[in-house]
């Protein structure tokens, strides 16, 4: 099992152990430490020219405004957002993303007192003289090393120092979660980058809602990533149920893999651990598990579970931090509150694979626009007829693609209004100009 020293999101609990975290990270500070975070040969060769630059690579473990926690090959640090202001928020910096950081331009202000620090002064970064395969890098400036924060509620980030570190520029993705913004935008919200397992958390406990588990398979596969589904609470379930939700499930996903586990007895959980590879995200239904998982993954209590939840002011329970964890076993977890009753965005590939069979009749029918409801020749109906397609699912799927060009229109007409905002605006700078020559004598 892999030490748990490089964890940046390990909150200090005043154990005098945790405290002697900061030379356990420099032993830990080897590349071999960013590797642990998922760093590969092809990000290595993506990084070269950023390298050259004199750049460090970093992943991104939690963002707050203006603001994130890294990890770096030196240990975890904090870097200023601010250099990065895509004008699509999906391309803002996100958990999972890796980033180049570069010395913040800002000034430094006087290290004053910082509610992320621990009270004991830190030594000189042991990685220094230590590791001399790591001095080929610039080392960290001192204020930007990071403590992990002294208590789960996150730092004011308006009181915190200014980084010394910022992001220069992020690295391509290969796959993201991404939801349906809240109404006031119509972009879609990134929630974990670079992921490659999604566990999808159906309870057992509960009736199995069919259109929902969809939904989540959608957005699975349309992240990039590839799908697990995990069967929880096999405790609360007669077999005989289980089995049944089991093959229901296996039909609406073919070809993903299922597991079934127990929080209470541990059934199934180290097939789960054997199944996930690479950066892997929780997402399902509120209550039915993920963070028992998590746990369960992570070896450790890291995550709150329900019953002991911190409820913010609005009376809703939280997950008060946004995380990445890596796994004993290799690998990392990512867990953000927003990746807690996510919605469709942009997810038309996701729902073709979801519904591949319908999709399938669908090149039979007599029209190529068939929109499969009292079309002469349709195959879609033929086979709802025949008994071969419950009509639940092709009811399912136009419910999803309706949710999902929705929010694919809303995208659509902000891009356009932006556009016509630039338009606007350049217009306005020409006619400013204009009028400044014209003024002239
Ligand atoms: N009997 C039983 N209870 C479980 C199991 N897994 C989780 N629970 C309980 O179910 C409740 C919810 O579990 P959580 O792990 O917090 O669920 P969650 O999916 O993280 O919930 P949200 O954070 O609301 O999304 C808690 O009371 C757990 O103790 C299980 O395998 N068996
Ligand atoms: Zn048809």
């Excluded at 010395?103 to 992320?116: F, Y």
């Excluded at 003289?129 to 403590?147: D, E, G, T, W």
């Excluded at 950066?279 to 993920?290: F, Y």
Aim: proline fraction near 10%.
């Amino acid at each position: 099992m892999r030490p748990r020293s490089d964890d940046p999101s390990r909150p200090s609990d005043g154990n005098p152990s945790h405290n002697r975290r900061t030379p356990e990270l420099g032993a830990a500070s080897t590349p071999g430490n960013l590797s642990a975070y998922g760093w590969t040969p092809e990000l290595g060769a993506a990084f070269t020219p950023y390298h050259e630059a004199g750049l460090i690579p970093a992943r991104i473990v939690r963002v707050d405004r203006g603001r994130c926690d890294v990890v770096t090959e030196h240990g975890p640090a904090r870097a200023a957002t601010s250099a990065l202001h895509p004008s699509d928020p999906s391309l803002a910096p996100c958990t999972g993303d890796w980033a180049a950081l570069r010395p913040s331009l800002a000034p430094t202000p006087e290290p004053g007192p910082n509610p992320n620090a621990e009270s004991n002064p830190e030594p000189p970064p042991p990685w220094a003289s230590a590791q001399p395969s790591v001095s080929a890098l610039p080392p960290l400036p001192a204020s930007a090393r990071h403590s992990p924060p002294a208590s789960a509620q996150p730092a004011d980030p308006e009181s915190a120092p200014v980084p010394a570190l910022e992001l220069a520029a992020l690295l391509p993705r290969h796959s993201a979660i991404v939801r349906s913004s809240a109404s006031r935008s119509s972009h879609g919200q990134v929630l974990a980058a670079n992921v490659d397992t999604v566990v999808i958390a159906v309870s057992l406990a509960a009736p199995l809602d069919p259109g929902r588990f969809e939904r989540l398979l959608a957005l699975a596969w349309d992240s990039g990533a590839r799908p697990v589904a995990v069967l929880t609470k096999a405790d609360l379930a007669a077999d005989d149920d289980a089995d049944a939700v089991r093959t229901e499930v296996r039909l609406l996903a073919p070809g993903v893999e299922t597991v079934t586990t127990s929080g209470v007895d541990g059934q199934g959980l180290a097939d789960l651990a054997a199944l996930i590879s690479g950066t892997t995200v929780l997402i399902g239904p509120s209550g039915t598990g993920k963070s028992t998982l998590a746990n369960a993954l992570l070896g450790e209590d890291l995550l709150a579970t329900g019953a002991v939840r911190a409820q913010d002011g609005k009376g809703r329970h939280t997950t008060v931090r946004r995380e990445l964890l890596p796994l004993p076993g290799g690998g990392v977890l990512i867990d953000t509150p927003g990746l807690r009753g996510i919605g469709l965005h942009d997810a038309a590939d996701g729902l073709e694979q979801v519904f591949g069979e319908i999709e399938e009749l669908a090149r039979d029918c007599r029209f190529g626009d068939c929109a499969h409801d009292s079309e002469p020749g349709c195959a879609v109906q033929a086979a709802i007829l025949a008994g071969d397609l419950p009509r639940r699912r092709l009811d399912s799927y136009r419910k999803l693609q309706r949710e999902n060009e929705w929010a694919t229109s809303r995208n659509d007409a902000r891009r356009r209004s932006e556009r016509a905002d630039k338009q606007k605006a350049i217009t306005r700078h020409l006619r400013a100009t204009y009028k400044f020559r014209d003024q002239r004598p």
